[in-house]
């Protein structure tokens, strides 16, 4: 048992900003553990992020490249690594915080016997194993958490480290993996619908946010934070209550369920700032707030606040800004 | 056919953080004092997903499954009041922890001898401590598939298909029965009682387990062991926005993000 691999799935040839957070926690880890740092691909169409991904400084790059894994389909995911960690014996697995990801290292750690060490902000390894420091309860509460025994399984949080920057040197080199499960599957994937593709930005790349929830009583308001975004620059975010009372689709919720985002201005309209929510964008720049309720949670997480009524703040807040980026345009 | 919903009880996820309160000895929260805890909000979404199957089938027996040191009966005869058949609770202070391999083998004796089990439904991961492993745990112990992050659950047959959501949307996925299925809170909320049925549930006593009922040994150490638990300080000041009215609010509010450099005219390009 020696050694640290990186697992990460690749979609639409597209390396997930995760990876090089990984990398930097991989690189942390690197001299408590040693035995080298191996990365694994997978998916169906590795493309540009096969190349990216082998100058990430990694003794080799392992690729599972197979058409059953173009779906996020845990338990084949799950498989192909499984049989990869059966043939490496890494001591230390690192696996981003989503969705897949998750259920992915749940999964191997059970098949595995290792100990997961899940969300962690912080994270060291000595004569006691692995050390860890994770938020709990929605973030109001952080943790530190001791998993003697190896191997070990890290899902570090995403944004909790820094992306690392590529190695200098060589490219790794490729190791092609045919993909065995060990067993046959008992899951299965149908069809797959993707929602809210249209003109929506990725809320995990925008550089400003304007979020709204359950303060705004009903989908129509958001046009008005979408024309905010858009004098910003940025894109429309929103609540679990939004989500799940389908105002907006699920691939705009920020939160512990959602995305979790850290871009350079967090604009929350009504959102009262429960911990499940603060969880996704607390590692934002900048948070301003504009809520009703003096007493909203989310006002002690801000840096700006404004008490009052959306419906007269943010037509005014828009108008201001539209006059004001239009007269330093022309100046 | 049969199902049963895991159920956990947890402190309310909205009590404000300066009412939370832990004991560092014991490396637990203390029960808020702010109110009475509540059933993990996935797992309601559970429940639901469990009532409107039957309202689709016609016919299910819906057994509530629930673990801990000590419960707040009124919370979980909730799950009777909608509409479970059954509320078994297995009590033993080795059951408020966290660690996941315990609670599975717990679940897994607790639903071996409920017996003759077609699905399992559980949220797709607590409020406290957010692993969503126990599910994936117990499908292991009980040698059954498990299809996670449901916000549709049908039955057809031998078989059960979910909608599971995406970041970018959804995908149908399907496994034979028995299975353990995790809902989202994409599926909706929990209906409420009525009265009428919350007065008839009154009366309804819960099964009570003990470890011993179902012969699950003493607590091995945990895998991953709480060191401490602490609450973090906020890390901002809040600027409060001073103005006449709303309107005037949100224009000063232009000009501060303006001025502080927040917001650049070439991020409106």
């Not at chain 2, 995908?171 to 409420?192: C, D, I």
Request: charged letters at 20%; one cysteine or more.
């Amino acid at each position: 048992m020696a050694g640290i691999l990186i697992h990460s799935a690749v979609e639409q040839g597209e390396l997930r900003a995760e990876f090089w957070e990984l990398v930097t926690v991989a690189r942390q880890l690197a001299p408590s553990v040693g035995g080298g740092l191996r990365v694994a691909l997978a998916g169906s169409q590795l493309g540009d992020a096969l190349e990216q991904a082998r100058r990430a400084g990694a003794a080799e790059v392992r690729v599972l490249e197979h058409a059953q894994l173009a779906d996020p389909w845990p338990e084949g995911h799950f498989e192909a690594l499984a049989a990869l960690c059966g043939r490496l014996d890494p001591e230390v697995v690192l696996v981003p915080r989503t969705p897949l990801g998750a259920e992915v290292a749940a999964r191997l750690a059970i098949r595995r016997g290792a100990s997961l060490v899940h969300d962690v902000t912080h994270v060291q390894k000595g004569a006691d194993g692995i050390t860890a420091t994770r938020p709990v309860f929605g973030g109001a509460v952080s943790a530190t958490v001791q998993a003697r025994r190896g191997p070990w399984v890290i899902v570090p949080r995403p944004h909790a480290f820094a992306a690392a920057a590529p190695a200098d040197g060589e490219a790794s080199p490729v190791v092609r993996e045919a993909f065995a499960p060990a067993t046959p599957p008992r899951t299965f994937c149908g069809a797959r619908t993707r929602q809210g593709s249209s003109g929506a930005k990725d809320i995990e790349k925008a550089r400003v946010l304007v979020s709204g929830g359950a303060g705004l009583g009903g989908p129509e308001p958001f046009r008005l934070l979408g024309e905010v975004a858009e004098l910003l620059g940025g894109a429309v975010a929103a609540s679990r209550v939004a989500v799940d009372a389908g105002w907006v689709p699920t691939s705009l919720q920020v939160g512990l369920t959602g995305r979790s985002v850290a871009p350079d201005l967090y604009l929350a309209v009504g959102i009262s700032g429960a911990t499940h929510h603060l969880a996704g964008c607390s590692s934002a720049q900048v948070i301003a707030v504009v809520n009703s309720d003096p007493a909203a949670p989310f006002f002690r997480l801000a840096n700006y606040g404004v008490v009052g009524d959306w419906k007269e703040v943010i037509p005014a807040f828009r108008d201001a800004l539209k006059e004001k980026l239009a007269t330093s345009r022309v100046a | 056919m049969r199902a049963v919903v895991c159920l956990k009880q947890v402190v309310d996820p909205l009590t404000p953080a300066t009412e939370l309160a832990l004991d560092r000895a014991a490396k637990k929260m203390k029960p808020a004092a702010a109110g009475p805890p509540v059933i993990n909000g996935y797992d309601e979404q559970a429940l639901e997903a469990a009532l409107r199957l039957r309202e689709s089938l016609g016919q299910l027996e819906i057994v509530a499954l629930s673990l801990g040191e000590r419960f707040h009966l009124d919370v979980m005869k909730r799950s009777l009041a909608v509409g479970a058949d059954q509320l078994v609770l297995v009590q033993d202070p080795s059951l408020d922890t966290p660690d996941s391999h315990r609670v599975a083998t717990a679940l897994a004796a607790a639903i071996r001898k409920i017996g003759a089990v077609d699905l399992v439904l559980c949220g797709r991961q607590a409020s406290d401590w957010d692993n969503a492993i126990v599910p994936l745990l117990l499908a292991e112990l009980l040698g059954m598939p498990c299809l996670t992050l449901a916000r549709r659950v049908s039955v057809q047959g031998a078989r059960v298909e979910i909608d599971r959501v995406l970041p970018d949307g959804s995908q149908t996925m399907w496994s034979e029965l028995p299975a353990v299925v995790t809902v989202t809170s994409e599926l909706g909320a929990l209906r409420m009682p009525t009265a009428r049925a919350r007065l008839a549930t009154a009366r309804i006593q819960p099964k009570l387990l003990t470890l011993a009922d179902l012969g699950v040994a003493a607590a091995e150490p945990p895998q991953v062991e709480v060191r401490d638990l602490s609450i973090p300080v906020a890390g901002r000041e809040c600027r409060f926005v001073e103005a006449a009215d709303g309107a005037a609010a949100g224009r000063r509010l232009a000009e501060i993000l303006m001025e502080a450099g927040v917001v650049r005219p070439e991020g409106a390009r």
